[in-house]
């Protein structure tokens, strides 16, 4: 018998799209505070996300018990983005607003993103602002002292708010900060060095977590109301990614094998601008921010294999390729065009570089107009980043660049009050599936992370904790700790006593390799079916053939490593899976068998519309997909068009 | 690219209490166009596979930003290159041939855990005692109600650059950790959204760094020289007016 699919309840208040969340956050059930301090949220995680949203819900009386594998929580890797974070204040007075700011998310997500989660994500992105400079996050100023702009990919306004090419950094310090004042006043228990390696579920709801402290190896139990899950996304499981090399799957993984379902697991976002791979020893790609097309022009030469140097190459003779098939944005399209087209050009033998799988990004005009102190203004610490890992002098000669996984728009499906599918268990930030749809647009990361942790998840999360009040408490004394434990530690000593010949890091890189040749910026019916089996053999070979070694009770990066790829190889098989299901191109998620006849994503309204959600089904069962069907009140879904 | 082979000493040391040594190993054909970090993923490689205990050291995002990598390479926290973690030095720096010595941070107040891995939970101690702005959220003004010079930001910016590596620690023969303490002071001193709190900040932040362990600052400018981001020498002495004025008005 097949099994009936479920049609997800997204919860999104009635009333025109612009109240609902002003009406919905005014009518939402407060939680009083006395008793607030009776309740305690465990938030894991604490990059942006994670940081505001356990500062914020300290702040409004809750008990917080936050939680990260680094040694501080400084060191999450939201401190990495570069770029900038959107809001619609419409400071430069062109014509910005909350609704241009929610439409080119949609349009930019390809109509495959939530319209009341991505219309409250904009409402409250000027606030966000707001409460960071009131924390004194240095962005950058105009000469009268008010806040400076920059324009980012795929929209034709300036909205995006910097602090050099450092915006992560300061934003993350300024939640840290926010964050490191409440440990002060013990509102937060701030837990270091620790990964969460299950959640507990009693009588159907997430009631804790069981972490293994990093240092010592202790497996300990941890009790909470509620718990919320921050933990960012999952590009390693393309092996080289832009991501740090502790980012990983696993306690979204855990989560999804205990009811949490997994929302469009195979979007995945290329970022067009990165330093191109330059060996097989190669553990991770840097990027250099997207604000560099705003001043840097993209091109190929028009010959094959030309072997002169970039600045010889006069202008004729060079191929602009984006501007040429873009002119309205030209080289500030969205960043999976921008991939698309990147790839198009390699793979007709115009690459350049010695693996032929880079494109020029040049400075030559923007120094010749401006300045070479304009330029080293505006992008100074990129360019010296970039001639610390090449050796070359972009100054002088074009960066070469091509695209790296960066970003996954898809993640834990949450309704309206970004709770998952397992009640008391939510998610923020990049780990839900989040309001990007198929594509997220440039400066919008930070903007998610920071509205779901400061402005949204702290109110949401009360209209499930206002009914948990009352209900029976429960202690790390009941047995589903005990027994959640004893599974977690099987499993390591599976891991540690498996008497293999391989390294953990030999499997990751094959799965990249399986991850980025089949399910990559182009994917096709026949591949992901080969895939999907070279997984299933991928992960019988693991657990076969892994060698861990060390021991489990101190410091073993090991045994880290080797948890994190072995949910990777899982999570793998589910994303070849839902692009398999997903027999349209849209955003990122490119299906060769789906296009325009200029080569352009060729969306299916009518079969597609909706947001897939998979739904763990035991480990001998393939996961069953469930469904959101999307509505568009407010936009029509057309064809994006960036010419 | 060309290939070479190095003589590699490293600090090896089981956990906090036992002792450490040095242990020597040779690899060979190390690509020029590695990283650091990426070449001591290729010896831990062949450890494993040998079944030996990998090397310890710490490391996240390899973009010099987390400020997670921590070691000291020839003597010098980060390694020769000015202004660089540890994980963006290439290997493109070094000569076929060469030898090098690999340590963890050294400094008292930073424990060694295994290998290169240090204790450095003493910085956050140290700016949960005052390192931010008391502003709950949801009770900002509008971002622009409050200007601030292009100039006074770059300033705040220079100094929050800070990535709390604890390269200026290791580097100082006190073990002082005023550049990382007074970075952030400066930042918030020169911000207008600073000021209500800056003498109570910059008292018990001090405070606290010397409970920590930390030592004086006796001006040699060893952190300034050695830190990856270049923070600057002159928040010190910022850090020292503001601890003045603010004990005066004590």
Known sequence: ?643 | MKLINLYLKIWRQENVESKGYFESHKIENINSHMSFLEMLDVLNEDLIKNKKDPIAFEHDCREGICGTCSMTINGKPHGPLKGTTACQLHMFNFEDGDTITIEPWRAKPFKIIKDLVVDRSSFDRIIQKGGFISINTGSAPDGNAIPISQETAKEAFDAAACIGCGACVASCKNSSASLFVSAKIAQLSLLPQGHPERQKRVISMVDQMDAEGFGHCSNTGACESECPKEISIKNIAKMNQEYIKATLLD
């Open chain 1, 1 to 643: 018998m097949v099994e009936k699919e479920n049609i997800l309840n997204p919860n999104i208040p009635n009333g025109e799209l612009e109240k609902k969340w002003t009406k919905y956050r005014s009518s939402l059930p407060l939680v009083s505070p006395a008793n607030k301090k009776k309740l305690t949220v465990i938030v894991v995680g604490t990059g942006l996300a994670g940081a505001s949203a356990s500062a914020s819900l300290a702040e409004m009386g809750y008990n917080v018990k936050a939680y990260c594998f680094q040694d501080s929580p400084r060191r999450a890797h939201s401190i990495a983005a570069q770029g900038g974070i959107n809001a619609a204040k419409n400071y430069q007075n062109d014509g910005d607003s909350i609704y241009r700011l929610f439409y080119d998310t949609i349009k930019g997500g390809d109509y495959r993103s939530r319209e009341a989660n991505v219309y409250r994500l904009a409402e409250v992105s000027g606030n966000i602002i707001d409460q960071c400079v009131a924390q004194g996050v240095p962005f950058a100023r105009e000469y009268g002292g008010t806040l400076d702009n920059r324009s980012f990919g795929g929209v034709q306004v300036s909205r995006t708010f910097y602090a050099r090419g450092q915006t992560g950094q300061q934003l993350l310090l300024g939640a840290y900060s926010a964050l490191s004042r409440q440990i002060s006043k013990k509102n937060v228990i701030m837990n270091t060095k620790h990964e969460m390696l299950d959640v507990v579920v009693i009588d159907g709801k997430a009631k804790g977590i069981i972490t293994r402290n990093l240092i010592n190896g202790n497996i300990e139990s941890h009790y909470a109301d509620a718990v919320v899950l921050a933990t960012g996304g999952y590009g390693n499981v393309y092996y080289l990614s832009t991501n740090a090399m502790g980012s990983n799957v696993t306690a979204l993984w855990k989560a999804y094998k205990k009811g949490a379902m997994i929302a469009n697991p195979c979007f995945t976002q290329i970022h067009p601008t990165c330093i191109p791979v330059s060996g097989e020893y190669q553990s991770k790609l840097t990027l250099m921010s997207e604000s560099l097309r705003n001043d840097g022009r993209i091109w190929v030469p028009k010959k094959k294999n030309d072997e002169r140097k970039p600045e010889d190459i006069p202008e004729e003779e060079r191929d602009y390729y984006l501007e040429r098939k873009y002119p309205a944005f030209g080289n500030l399209v969205p960043r999976d065009i921008a991939s698309r087209a990147a790839k198009e050009r390699c793979d007709e033998g115009y690459g350049v570089g010695s693996t032929k799988q880079a494109v020029y990004l040049d400075f030559r005009d923007a120094i010749n107009n401006f300045g070479k102190d304009v330029v080293s203004a505006r992008y100074g610490n990129l360019f010296d980043m970039y001639s610390k890992i090449t050796d070359e002098n972009p100054y002088v000669t074009p960066m070469k660049i091509y695209p790296a996984v960066h970003y996954t728009m898809g993640g834990l499906w949450v309704d309206y009050n970004l709770m998952t599918t397992l009640p008391g268990l939510f998610a923020i930030g990049e780990c839900n599936f989040s309001d990007h749809g198929a594509n997220r647009l440039g400066a919008s990361a930070l903007m998610q992370g920071l509205a779901d942790g400061y402005f949204i998840l702290p109110y949401t999360i009360g209209t499930y904790l206002s009914n948990e009040i009352s209900n029976e408490k429960f202690s790390v004394d009941h047995s589903q700790f005990k027994l959640t434990e004893e599974k977690v530690k099987d499993k390591l000593n599976n891991l540690i006593s498996n008497n293999g010949t391989q390294t953990v890091e030999s499997f990751h890189k094959k799965l990249g390799k399986i991850m980025w040749d089949f399910c990559g910026m182009s994917r096709n019916k026949d591949d992901l079916e080969k895939a999907i089996l070279l997984i299933k053999d991928l992960k019988e070979d693991f657990w076969k053939n892994v060698t861990v070694p060390g021991k489990l009770n101190t410091i073993n990066l090991e045994v880290e490593k080797a948890g994190r790829v072995a949910d990777l190889i899982e999570l793998g098989e589910v994303m070849m899976r839902d692009a398999l299901d997903r027999n349209e191109s849209c955003g990122g998620h490119f299906r060769d068998e789906y296009q325009t006849k200029e080569g352009e994503a060729l969306r299916d309204d009518e079969k597609y519309n909706y947001v897939s959600a998979w739904e763990y089904k035991g480990n001998d069962n393939n996961p069953k997909i469930n469904r959101e069907k999307l509505i568009f009140s407010s936009v029509a879904p057309t064809q994006r068009s960036y010419k």
